[in-house]
């Protein structure tokens, strides 16, 4: 069903096809992909698109010590790790996406709010990380015209590209990219550099650091469709999907040529099943150097209409053709509904009422920070999808393209919301570029312009503000209305609210049957509710530990219960529905508590997805399932004969508690509501009845279980695609003899991994531990030589590869000798000279993985040659290059031979010279405790098909083995 990922070049190559197909496997709600896949590959394959996949094999640096890299005098004149010439041979190896601020300890003097971990103010050997790739263009990419985007950088960064500077992104969240065209190299090997300063926060949650969202090269032709230059949307007569829908199209056309051109654009539906169900085209002529816009219109008849319950996507190509020749082609994957607010009848989808059943969500996870593969998106939404959930908010920034194809193909509303309020041109320019990359989303339903702006909310700034945002979203998007989250509790008719097309309350919904009465035609959305905060298996408040009762009844000063905002919302449908926050628990804001907390509490799920006890409350009332959930646990040692609070979580009509068979009453639910009762602990088992109309229709049970005996392992799935992205995320439970699971359990578990993957992260969802959640291997270097004696001689031509003084046989007995600790000789301007030294190497030596000459400096220019071959150069004075020159060695004596050119500088080299061995990185000892009985593993696939072992082991429980096939 999911086309093979084709190797080229060194990079992973996506069509926009295979992209939008990405992970089809997952969920059977998606499967219909793979009549697209059939139907569609034939006719696609002829596009000079390109979109290929830069996330693999990147080096990765943590610090700076390059200063003025930059060059701001003359183009081209980057020097250290912005150079092309400069060499990270001695650098870590990474994959996208990357966050390197999960990889840093917990530190109590860092942040609370960004988790604890020691990056942004204050710690700046962490603040500051370099990224490089090298890729490589053919011959035949001569005349194309080349793209570099970023889906997400946090945050300050430089791009540079074979040595030029080619732009500065300063926002952490949206999409950029650069037109890199002019300073490529066709047929030949390609430098991308990028300097990410994570020093100050946008946020006041964990954001990471780093590039951790993935990273592309696409490749048009010169006329082609403009970066995001496709928009389809549909239309009924008075906004009812009752006949055909009317689609729209709006193409982009963007010339990089110099001659006009005829374009014609050429646009095909296909239905769910595969089906070309429209088809129609357009002619405009698109003058040299500039962009034109063409309008195209279709229908679809009956169509297939699109819901969190039935998300039916549709797809259109877009193809462009000159003199009868494809010169562009790109897929859209669409959906056809229809969306609208009402003031009595709140928000409406296809023409009925739909309540709104969302969260609020930051976009980090357990084991990942914020780098989340994109399988890891898919599973929180299904996850959230279990528990009811139909809608979610993008707080408080724009997703990954990732999160919503997930919520597309899943069905799922998204509230999109833009990460900083304000009128100013770049901050608009960014909201523009947001709405054009999201706006074919169908699960995108409304954008949310900010967040909070407590300073702005009740003035008439904020409200001049609003609108100017407001209509540019209208005039860039048509289709959709805007809110945004206001919680000045002082609503009214001024301010911010005033200008809304939807009025977004966080909070004080008590405020809301007030603002109803007073403006009755006024749409209403409950942007953010609850607050509840809760602590996955824990039943009583701990503040030492940091830990929260799961009982729904703790919740912050502006916050309340789950059960308090639903039954509020539940039986008032002109308040649309609103968002929990927050679906899951994220890094950083740890709230009541702060150290030792390192997350929040907040999460319906905990940072791993594993569901705290209001995930079957919010399931009784947003599900039709019937439900019949306990709690608490039924581990008490040491309080016997003490009461315990038993509660309930069940839309049965009838719940009646049983303790070890004997019955302790049987009580009615409440719609939206719990049931509670006292019961002195009595170990056994605690077990209850549901009922509906008299019957018995569902029972649950918790057990007083066993000592931890055995551990388990459940992988989410046993077969991911050997492509180096695909995960799978496995459940790690520690049991007792009985194979139930501990909820006291805290062993620290072990784990091995064989076979063609690798462990990506761990987690288990406490918010107060500190264990690493990745263990980032460290090469075993030992220094064999270090300075060493060196000698030097003048000369008049160094750069002659066939000269003597180079060769190992060459004596240099006579030459002065240099002190490479210092400066080597500080050569005269223009002077040249060679240096030359003898390093013995024993053959154990050479069976190290790598042996890397690192220098210290070279000025100003540099040519390295081991027993007389060429092993690398260096044209940077600030750079400290390193070479493997492990090919050129052998046992016994080799001679080292660098020509230096000494342009203007202070000439020689300096700073020290040392040969390392290698040896292969040895791979750390994964490990993670439990916590209540519960822990998480997330395991990646590498590019090799094969089988995957992973074994768990933990003193002496018995020791669990999964095994995931790795497929092509």
């Known amino acids: 069903m999911r086309m093979r990922f084709s190797r080229l070049m060194g990079v992973v190559l996506k069509t926009d096809i295979v992209k939008s197909k990405f992970l089809s496997r997952f969920y059977l709600t998606i499967t219909f992909l793979a009549v697209f896949n059939s139907r569609l590959l034939a006719s696609e394959t002829d596009s000079p698109r390109e979109r290929l996949l830069l996330d693999s094999g990147w080096k990765f640096n943590l610090g700076n010590p390059w200063n003025d890299v930059i060059g701001v005098a003359k183009a081209d004149d980057n020097r250290g790790p912005a150079s092309s010439k400069f060499s990270d041979a001695d650098w870590r190896t990474v994959n996208l996406p990357h966050d390197w601020a999960v990889e840093l300890p917990f530190d109590r003097n860092a942040d609370y709010n960004h988790g604890f971990k020691p990056v942004g103010p204050g710690f700046a050997t962490n603040d500051v990380a370099w990224y490089r790739r090298t890729f490589e263009l053919s011959q035949t990419d001569a005349g194309k015209r080349l793209w570099l985007e970023f889906d997400g950088v946090y945050h300050n960064c430089d ?466 399932n019937v439900i019949l959930h306990l709690l608490p646990h039924w581990n008490w040692p040491g309080r016997e004969g003490q009461e315990m609070d038993v509660r309930a979580l069940s839309n049965c009509q009838e719940v009646e508690l049983f303790l070890n068979g004997q019955s302790l009453g049987r009580q009615t639910m409440k719609r939206e509501s719990e049931l509670k009762w006292k019961v002195k602990y009595t170990p056994g088992v605690l077990s209850a009845k549901g009922y509906n109309d008299g019957k018995l229709v569902a029972d649950a049970k918790v057990e007083t279980t066993g000592e931890p005996a055995t551990i388990q392992l459940g992988p989410d799935r046993t077969s991911i695609h050997a492509d180096g992205e695909d995960i799978s995320i496995i459940t790690v439970s520690v049991r007792d003899a009985q194979n139930r699971i501990v909820p006291l359990a805290n062993n620290l578990i072990h784990f091995n991994l064989e076979g063609p993957g690798k462990i990506l992260g761990v987690g288990n969802g406490d918010p107060s531990c500190h264990e690493p959640d990745q263990f980032v291997a460290k090469p075993d270097v030992r220094v064999v030589s270090e300075n060493g004696d060196w000698r030097y001689k003048i000369l008049s031509n160094v750069k002659n590869p066939q000269l003597a003084e180079l060769q190992p046989e060459f004596d240099d007995s006579a030459w002065e000798t240099a002190n490479p600790q210092v400066e080597a000789r500080s050569l005269a301007k223009p002077e040249q000279a060679v240096f030359r030294t003898k390093i013995s190497m024993q053959e154990e030596d050479l069976a190290a993985d790598g042996v890397l000459l690192k220098i210290g400096r070279i000025d100003d220019q540099g040519w390295v040659y081991v027993n007389g071959k060429f092993a690398g150069e260096s044209h940077d004075w600030a750079a400290s290059p390193s070479f493997d020159i492990k090919p050129l060695m052998h046992a016994g004596e080799n001679t080292i031979a660098i020509a230096v050119i000494n342009d203007d500088g202070v000439g020689g080299v300096g700073n020290g010279v040392a040969l390392r061995l290698l040896k292969k990185t040895e791979v750390p000892e994964w490990q993670r405790s439990a916590f209540n009985g519960l822990a998480q593993i997330i395991v990646q696939s590498s590019n090799d098909s094969g089988e995957i072992e992973l074994t768990a082991t933990a003193g002496d429980l018995t020791p669990a083995t999964a095994l995931i096939q790795s497929k092509d």
């Open 159 to 624: 791009i540079f590209v074979n040595g030029w500077f080619v732009g500065h992104h300063d926002d952490g969240y949206d999409s950029f990219r650069y037109d890199i065209t002019d300073v490529t190299h066709a047929g030949g090997k390609n430098v991308v550099a990028v300097k990410v300063d994570a020093s100050q926060f946008e946020g006041w949650f964990y954001e990471g650091a780093g590039i951790y969202r993935h990273v592309w090269l696409v490749k048009t032709s010169p006329l082609a469709l403009a970066p995001n230059g496709v928009f389809v949307w549909s239309q009924f007569k008075n906004n009812l999907p009752n006949d055909a829908a009317k689609i729209n199209v709006e193409v982009n056309l963007l010339s990089m040529q110099t001659n006009a051109a005829k374009a014609t654009v050429t646009c095909e539906i296909f239905s769910p099943g595969g089906k070309v169900v429209a088809k129609f085209d357009a002619s405009e002529t698109v003058n040299g150097l500039a962009q034109k816009a063409v309008l195209l219109y279709g229908k679809v008849s009956s169509p297939e209409l699109w819901s969190p319950e039935s998300p039916k996507l549709y797809k259109l190509v877009t193809t462009v053709e000159n003199d009868g020749k494809i010169i562009d082609r790109k897929a859209t994957e669409f959906g056809i509904r229809t969306i609208a607010f009402d003031p009595n009848q709140g928000f409406l989808l296809n023409g009925n009422h739909y309540e709104i059943k969302g969260t609020c969500n930051h976009q980090d996870a357990a084991g990942v920070g914020v780098a989340l593969p994109d399988a890891l998106q898919y599973f929180r939404i299904a996850k959230l999808k279990e528990m009811g959930c139909n809608a979610y908010r993008t707080s408080h920034n724009a997703p990954t393209p990732e999160l919503l194809e997930a919520c597309d193909r899943l069905g799922m509303l998204v509230l999109d919301e833009n990460r900083l309020f304000g009128s100013d041109a770049a901050n608009l320019e960014r909201f523009k570029g947001q709405i054009q990359r999201d706006r074919n989303h169908p699960s995108v339903f409304a954008w949310s312009l900010g967040n909070e702006e407590w300073n702005a909310q009740d003035t008439t700034t904020g409200a001049a503000v609003t609108r100017v945002m407001q209509n540019l979203a209208h005039a860039v998007d048509p289709t959709r209305p805007c809110t945004m989250a206001v919680n000045s509790g002082s609503y009214g008719d001024f301010g911010i609210f005033s200008a809304l097309d939807v009025k977004g309350f966080n909070y004080h919904y008590e405020n809301m049957d007030a603002y109803h009465a007073a403006f009755p035609a006024v749409d209403i959305l409950g942007t953010e509710q609850a607050s509840t905060i809760g602590t996955r298996g824990i039943y009583t408040n701990d503040a030492a530990r940091g830990y929260v009762s799961a009982y729904d009844d703790h919740n912050p000063r502006w916050g309340c219960s789950a059960e308090e905002w639903w039954s509020y919302f539940a039986t008032r449908p002109w308040a649309s529905g609103g968002f929990d926050w927050t679906g899951f628990d994220y890094r950083g804001e740890p709230t009541p508590y702060q150290w030792p907390c390192i997350s929040s509490h907040f999460g319906i799920l905990d940072t791993c997805g594993f569901p705290k006890d209001n995930f079957w409350y919010y399931q009784s009332w947003w599900t039709t």
